[in-house]
């Protein structure tokens, strides 16, 4: 089954035209990737942005700038964004809550500046009445989201928000550790073919939590949309942060090709705030653990090259409510690939789920980032 690229959404559609006009007279609608400077890429662009890695600064800070950082209000809507896809068709970035059954769009402007979010679309129909939404993609011309992280649970969803159906996961991914470290990603291949999702922390058959000196080996998911046919690869995490106590995992997957991901781990420690590093891995070749009761310290794993630690990049006219080391950071939980600019390099967003919480905020942060 094929993506619709220029699907549309009935009852978004309706509810955006509504306040059609109020976002043509603040310079909304689709933006153009022209929109961001080529040499600058925004106002907001950090004074790498076209520089090669000099001595000690880091190669990932180098490869990657920023192009905006914007503070989503604080709404019922904008709380608890947990995944986000970006449609270049319209130009919205769709924001999953893991507080309530619903997707809000978020338009933003030409220049990538500010963010908008536009009335939320309630999913509907569905079965049961837990909900811990952390994962949105789209595929086979259906909103496709997981809804409960600790079953695990994906469900597939209409146009206008209405259930259809569940997606077949392997049975593995229900032997999750303690303290919801299941299912933490979705991402569906540029074609649709493909879903690709990874438990956040090792299953309880896999070994150990992430430590100060090792991370945790987790499942990455490959499922083709067509037949349900799936291979899972072993990833390792990075270890621990700094700081006392904390986490670190597998946080949100994007999805280059069919078989080039990226890879979002997201840490925390309470004395030192978040850890967010972004990293690029290729499935071709990589070896299938499906048949794998348990994973090990010998389980073959993929590899991976960072492609930028958030923590390097300049934080300059940034403020935080909470303890960051770098306030840029925060509790990143989505990542989106969107375009191309006329330079090369690629746009990325990331959201971060605030939790309701008044020391966390719910921000994007555009990205761009050469050589993917």
Known sequence: MK????WAFAVVGAALSAVGAACSSEGGGAPAPAGVDASTGGSDASPVDGATADAGVDAGAARA???AVFDLPRAPATQG???TFYDEANGFL???SDLTPSITPIEPSKDWKTWTPRPPLDLVGRPGATWDGEGLARAGG?????TVETTPLVETFDDKGTYQGVVPIPAVFAQQRAGNKGLESLAASPDGAWLFSANEQALTVDGAGPTRTEGSLVRILRLEVSSSATTQAAYRTEPLGPGTGGDMGVSELAAL???RLLVLERGFQSDVGNTVKIFEIDL?????VSGSAALSASSPVVAKSLVVDLGTLPDTGVTHPGTQVNKLLDNYESLSVGPTLPDGRRLLFLTSDDNAQTT???RVLVLAVRGL
């Open 3 to 6: 993506v619709e690229r220029a």
């Open 65 to 67: 700038s920023v192009v």
């Open 81 to 83: 964004l947990s995944s």
């Open 94 to 96: 769709y924001a999953l």
């Open 142 to 146: 259906r909103f496709v989201a997981v």
């Open 257 to 259: 090709s069919p078989t």
């Open 284 to 288: 071709a070749g990589a070896v299938d």
């Open 360 to 362: 966390q905020v719910a």
